[in-house]
């Protein structure tokens, strides 16, 4: 039996997994396909129902996993193959070149600070800019810079390089390779995580139309004091504080076109964002345009009252049918209130779509390449008896990829995903 796991995905899920399994002695390969680990959960601000900031308890977890002896961590890293049976799987996984010796880089700056190439940057919803060698956020795990290779004007033959004069380190290597890697494990997690909807297919929201239209993970950077305006909260447009938000559920979720499943979180994270707002600017005002109020977990219904009661966050039971904007920038709904079955109209200054919970690419194709099979919504299939097993011996899945899930749920899986797996690793008579 090989007293190895492999984890795949760096999120929450993936990192309590690990961390789990490294506590228990098995040695751990966690394998994330981003520059960092930390997954969704470092976009956010706050978590519900506590309003903890989100940073201050992901980042100790990933700091631990970083310095845990019994993890390796392989970021810009994708799982290629995978042979064998439960307690002896070969993998072979592509680590793709960063350019930059993540051992030697002191995250100093100083590559970026000449960098003449500017792109949109990803980790805060393209709501500012990076530059073509970047680190991805400031508590990113490895913190080392990485070059984007196909943004960058560096090449064969060099037609810039002024980030390796910059670098007095000297750990900028234009000719670093991607490399694979053969790892023998007896047992695999999967914690891939989550997309979002992309909610520019149902035009009637206007979202990219509209530029005070968009999604609660662009809220999220708005409102968090480490985004693109400082944690002001500020319309894309004109950068004035808005003082009427509409928040729309449902964005491409329990709809027969798209997905017919409930994404189970955006209820609550919708609620949260509402009273984030309240606490940024303390005269606005914030409706919730909600098809139903799934408030299941723990303290949830609680945390809705507390929303109405302290906050003035309104409800309002609808379906909105097509949002317009009026002469003056402000956004029109148009919605049937469906207490009343009457078609009304509400003026808003900014729009928040909460998009649906749907598979990463990563879980169709982790599926072909470990023979798994997919759920009718295109997540992995797990067991109803034992939740976290999936369709093959000794893989297991936690997490968004086995179905929406919030933070807390997603620990839960993890826990029960590394407790399934290190059956497979360590012999009774050692634990």
Do not use: W
């Amino acid at each position: 039996m090989k007293k190895e796991v492999l984890v795949i995905g760096g999120g929450i899920a993936g990192i309590q997994a690990s961390l789990d399994l490294a506590e228990m002695g098995v040695r751990v390969h966690l394998v994330e396909k981003a520059p960092s680990i930390g997954g969704r959960m470092a976009q956010l601000d706050k978590t519900f129902p506590t309003n903890d900031c989100s940073t201050c308890i992901l980042s100790p977890k990933m700091a631990d996993c970083a310095r845990h002896p019994n993890i390796t961590i392989y970021t810009l890293s994708e799982v290629q193959a995978v042979s064998g049976e439960a307690g002896d799987f070969t993998v072979q996984v592509l680590k793709k070149a960063r350019y930059v010796d993540e051992n030697e880089c002191t995250a100093c700056g100083d590559c970026a600070r000449v960098c003449p190439v500017i792109k949109r940057d990803e980790f805060q919803m393209g709501l500012s800019t990076r530059r073509a060698i970047y680190i991805p956020f400031a508590q990113a795990v490895p913190q080392a810079y990485l070059r984007d290779r196909d943004d960058c004007l560096g090449g064969d033959p060099i037609a810039c390089g002024r980030c390796i004069e910059a670098c007095t380190k000297q750990c900028i290597d234009f000719d670093m390779q991607d490399e694979l890697i053969e790892l023998s494990v007896g047992a695999i997690v999967l914690a891939v995580g989550m997309e979002t909807f992309d909610p520019v297919a149902l035009t009637e929201y206007g979202y990219t139309r509209y530029e005070n239209v968009i999604t609660g993970l662009e809220f999220e950077r708005l409102v968090c004091a480490s985004g693109p305006s400082g944690g002001h909260l500020i319309r894309p447009t004109d950068r004035k504080e808005p003082h009427v938000i509409g928040f729309i559920q449902c964005v491409g979720s329990r709809n027969l076109k798209y997905q017919r499943f409930c994404s189970a979180v955006c209820c609550m994270h919708a609620t949260k964002e509402a009273i984030l707002a309240r606490e940024h600017i303390p005269d606005v005002k914030s409706y919730i345009f909600y098809t139903d109020l799934r408030a299941s977990g723990k303290g949830f219904r609680e945390y809705i009252d507390r929303a109405q009661r302290e906050y003035g966050v309104e409800y309002i039971r609808s379906r909105v049918a097509q949002i317009e904007e009026d002469g003056d920038g402000r956004l029109v709904f148009h919605y049937e209130d469906t207490a009343s079955s009457r078609p009304r109209q509400m003026k808003v200054d900014l729009a928040v779509l909460a998009t649906s919970l749907i598979p990463g690419p990563g879980v169709a194709a982790l599926s072909e390449i470990l023979d798994l099979e997919l759920d009718e919504y295109g997540f992995f299939r797990t067991s109803p008896f034992s939740p976290t097993d999936t369709t093959r011996e000794g893989v297991f899945a936690c997490g968004c990829c086995r179905g929406p899930a919030d933070i807390p749920q997603s620990v839960a899986q993890a826990s029960g995903a590394a407790a399934r797996a290190a059956q497979y690793v360590i012999e009774v008579g050692s634990m």
